[in-house]
């Protein structure tokens, strides 16, 4: 499977910063995610993060909240704009495509946000 | 939108118990992921399956497509603590982004 890492694992912040989160996969894939996971909940898809172009985003996420970028086939990164304590989740960064079958997709560990 | 559901929303067993639960959705699917994730960490894919009917086995993991396409099922024979952890249905809806279930929690006791 693929091997994806993601900084920082954890962070807590103050209302009303941001936060960049890094997402590094070990081999080029064709598609990058992000995702929501809030404390006890199932996975939300944020956006799709395009290589060279801006990314999609999933109703009820925008961009001004959420930029992603997505210099290569490898490496993204989505950033938490102007936090609330409604931001407090996990974020995970997931693949797909390249190396492996299309049809199967992978996650990093996640980031733990706790946003005070 | 899609909505699938996952039963039994959480179970408790004794180790050495076998486990099943399932995934049902009111919409048709062409492929069914089983992922498990462990506390603190992303999901790890456990078995991918592509066909109706299709019977697949990972281990002591079985998983199957429902041959309505709606539904899928995944069983664990002979569990051990390292079970626990909570378990995700994800198809892929028709732009090809998953869908994630709303989980099964499982718990082990030694």
């Known amino acids: 499977s693929a091997v994806i890492s993601q900084k920082p694992s954890r962070d807590i912040c103050q209302r009303g910063t941001s936060l960049t989160i890094q997402c590094q996969v070990d081999s080029q894939v064709t598609m990058m995610f992000w995702y929501r996971q809030q404390p006890g909940q199932s996975l939300t898809l944020i956006a799709t993060?395009?290589?060279?172009?801006?990314?999609?985003?999933e109703s009820g996420f925008v961009i001004d909240k959420f930029p992603i970028s997505r210099p290569n086939l490898t490496f993204s990164t989505l950033t938490v704009s102007n936090m609330s304590p409604e931001d407090s989740s996990i974020y995970l960064c997931?693949?797909?495509?390249?190396?492996?079958?299309?049809?199967?997709?992978?996650f990093g560990p996640g980031t733990r946000l706790t946003v005070l | 939108g899609q909505q699938l559901n996952q039963s039994p929303q959480s179970m408790f067993i004794q180790e050495g118990e076998d486990v099943s639960m399932n995934c049902t959705s009111s919409?048709?699917?062409?492929?069914w992921l089983w992922y498990k994730q462990d506390p603190g960490e992303g999901p790890v894919l456990l078995i991918a399956l592509y066909k109706a009917g299709e019977l697949t086995s990972n281990g002591r993991l079985t998983a199957q497509f429902g041959i309505t396409r709606k539904d899928s099922f995944l069983n664990i024979s002979a569990s051990i603590p390292s079970d626990v952890g909570i378990y995700f249905c994800?198809?892929?809806?028709?732009?090809?982004?998953?869908?994630f279930g709303t989980g099964t929690l499982l718990a082990v006791q030694p």
């Open positions: 994800a198809p892929p809806g028709a732009t090809n982004k998953l869908i």
């Open positions: 993060a395009n290589q060279g172009s801006e990314a999609t985003y």
């Open positions: 919409s048709i699917f062409n492929t």
């Open positions: 997931s693949s797909r495509g390249g190396d492996y079958s299309y049809n199967e997709q992978f």
